[in-house]
């Protein structure tokens, strides 16, 4: 993976990925990533275009244009979801073209991408700072991507559309609690076993922390397809309470 | 309610006892429930602290046990009635992950006996300075977040001994407001059926959108992961 010589970096994904990622305007412009949380300290950050005054803050980042980091190296804690990508599902479209869709956790989503996609399958509009926020904030966030490739291309061409097509994110405090929000899959993707696939990988790494207290708060209309997920409505009379703003 | 007057019958005039009320505007927002003026025990000399560093996880975990409160939601119930204890590391490491973290401390001479009945606490004793060193836990709540959508509030607990005096409905305002002050006004609680009623009466409620409260219960035989005393499935590794 090769980052560029402009003061923009790339954020490190593992060695065995395939893509590079896209030059979508990345909207955490204004933003400075990922050294808040103080647990990536040792991956490279989204550096804002001419952020001289970040950059003198972020330290080592500075010149380290030539520098991979592993994402598990033993000195950082273990404390959060590793990144993973991996090929879910490959088509062959009726016109020759390959479809795969790939399965993503722990890298770098573009918020237009979500906000688009949360258009398409009609939720309300959410602020785009906050939903950036929040997205950098959640414990996991998983995603489904398309890329089309027509026959006898490389997958690795940049004029390939890489398609937003699915995301779930779960909030939780490491160690006990989570919670699942935001799952939604493309409508012209729906019905292929694809969100079954996000909510699965999500409970299995949060499994794998040993967080026990999955939880979520469904639509009436999905709750069938979270029961055969493994989810019980109210178990043993817990219920969800919401709190009231009074003005 | 004019469609009722034609009901009770045409001619006749209604009778004294009914009164006519207004016709009834039906709104879809809750009303905020009815706060009865009942006489609440005093509350006693506390001190609220929204530090992560004053919690001593320790102390946190002796809470719990005496709350009788457990962090899963389906604890081991001991054969003598209690839960199980909790692992301090992954209490250390739930609380530094918690957007908001409330504790309360109190005399430790108060919490033994009741505050009213103490005649004979030493005037000396009440000059040292309340503060989470000299005092001992007994409130905490936190709250998870991601900091600017939603949040969800768990582990809120007081002290039996002095229950039912305010405590909890103040820990749990203190983390509201400071949830409201980023921004967040999506505020979840998991609750049992005990706790239903004191979420209820701090202004908690049925979700706007009617939203249904699922949890992962599925349990299986191998590749199974223990939360008190569920065994959850591992969903396997498998393609759509």
């Keep these: ?247 | 309610m004019a469609f009722l007057r034609s009901i009770h019958g045409g001619g006749s005039l209604p009778s004294k006892s009914q009164t006519l009320s207004p016709p009834k505007i039906s709104n879809n927002i809750q009303k905020p429930p009815i706060r009865h003026r009942h006489r609440r025990r005093p509350t006693p000399p506390i001190f609220i602290s929204t530090n992560l560093s004053d919690v001593n996880p320790i102390h946190l975990r002796d809470l719990c046990a005496t709350c009788n409160h457990s962090v899963h939601r389906f604890p081991n119930i001991l054969p003598d009635g209690r839960s199980e204890h909790v692992d301090v590391d992954k209490l250390r490491l739930a609380l530094r992950h918690s957007s908001v973290v409330v504790s309360v401390f109190s005399r430790p001479e108060l919490v033994a006996s009741p505050p009213e009945s103490a005649a004979g606490v030493d005037w000396y004793r009440r000059m040292i300075p309340l503060t989470p060193v000299t005092g001992q836990l007994v409130g905490f709540g936190r709250a998870v977040s991601d900091s600017s959508l939603t949040a969800s509030i768990y582990d809120v607990m007081v002290i039996p001994t002095l229950q039912r005096r305010g405590i909890g409905r103040m820990i749990l305002q203190r983390i509201i407001r400071l949830l409201t002050n980023k921004g967040i006004y999506d505020i979840a609680a998991l609750c049992s059926d005990q706790e239903m009623n004191f979420f209820k009466a701090c202004g908690f409620g049925d979700d706007i959108l009617e939203s249904t409260t699922m949890m992962y219960t599925r349990s299986g035989n191998d590749m199974v992961v223990s939360a008190g005393r569920k065994l959850l499935m591992v969903p396997p590794l498998r393609k759509p």
């Excluded at chain 1, 972020?58 to 990144?83: F, M, R």
């Design chain 1, 1 to 247: 993976m090769q980052t560029s010589s402009s003061p923009q970096l790339c954020a490190v994904v593992p060695v065995d990925c395939v893509f590079n990622s896209s030059n979508q305007l990345p909207y955490p412009a204004t933003f400075s990533l990922g050294l808040s949380a103080g647990n990536r300290k040792l991956k490279l950050s989204r550096l804002q275009a001419g952020g001289f005054w970040e950059s003198i803050r972020s330290g080592l980042i500075k010149n380290n244009s030539t520098q991979v980091i592993e994402p598990s190296s033993s000195s950082q804690e273990d404390e959060e979801p590793l990144p993973q990508e991996f090929v879910l599902v490959e088509n062959t479209l009726p016109d020759g073209t390959i479809e795969q869709i790939i399965f993503s956790s722990g890298a770098e989503v573009d918020v237009y991408a979500v906000q688009a996609l949360c258009d398409k399958v009609g939720w309300p509009r959410r602020p785009l700072s906050k939903l950036a926020a929040a997205l950098r904030n959640s414990y996991m966030v998983a995603t489904l991507h398309s890329i089309k490739k027509s026959a006898g291309e490389e997958l690795t061409e940049p004029n390939n559309e890489k398609k937003l097509i699915g995301m779930a994110r779960a909030t939780s405090d490491h160690a006990f609690n989570a919670t699942i929000w935001d799952v939604l899959v493309d409508p012209s993707y729906q019905g292929q076993g694809l969100g079954k696939a996000l909510i699965e990988k999500l409970i299995r790494a949060l499994l794998q922390r040993d967080i026990g207290n999955i939880s979520l708060f469904a639509d009436s209309k999905v709750v069938e397809f979270y029961r055969n997920l493994g989810f019980e409505p109210d178990p043993e009379g817990i219920k969800g309470m919401f709190w009231y703003p009074r003005f």
